[in-house]
Nanobody, 119 residues
Framework: QVQLVESGGGSVQAGGSLRLSCARSTYFNCMAWFRQAPGKDREEVARIWSSGGRTSYADSVKGRFTISQSYGENTVELQMNSLKPEDTAMYYC???????????????WGQGTQVTVSS
C-alpha cells in the first residue's frame, strides 16, 4: 500500500522558516509539493526528479523554497525560508512514476499539513 505522510507544518511569523517532510513508503521517480489556500486552486510549489535530483519551482517561491530528497530515510523535504502570509495554505506531498516526464497528473497524495504565516 502506497503511503505518503507529511509532517513539519505549523504557524510562523512572516520572515520565518519551516521545513516540511514527506515520508514515502515506495520509491517514485517524481515527487512534488503542492499547496492549496482556502478559496484558491491547488498550486504546484516544487517538484524533484528522483533520479538525478533535477528540480523545478513555482515563480512565487523561487529563491525561498528548496525541495530535496533523502535516500537513506526515503523522504522528500521542502525547506521554506522567508515565509510570507501568502504562503499560508495546506501543503500536500504528491508522487508519481511518470509525471515528471509526461507532464501528467500525480497519482498519489498525502493527507496534507497546514502552514500558517502571520504578518
Amino acid at each position: 500500500q502506497v503511503q505518503l505522510v507529511e509532517s513539519g507544518g505549523g504557524s510562523v511569523q512572516a520572515g520565518g522558516s519551516l521545513r516540511l517532510s514527506c515520508a514515502r513508503s515506495t520509491y517514485f521517480n517524481c515527487m512534488a509539493w503542492f499547496r492549496q489556500a482556502p478559496g484558491k486552486d491547488r498550486e504546484e510549489v516544487a517538484r524533484i526528479w528522483s533520479s538525478g535530483g533535477r528540480t523545478s519551482y513555482a515563480d512565487s517561491v523561487k529563491g525561498r523554497f528548496t525541495i530535496s530528497q533523502s535516500y537513506g530515510e526515503n523522504t522528500v523535504e521542502l525547506q521554506m525560508n522567508s515565509l510570507k502570509p501568502e504562503d499560508t495554505a495546506m501543503y500536500y506531498c504528491a508522487a508519481d512514476f511518470t509525471a515528471c516526464l509526461s507532464g501528467g497528473p500525480f497519482t498519489y497524495w498525502g493527507q496534507g499539513t497546514q502552514v500558517t504565516v502571520s504578518s
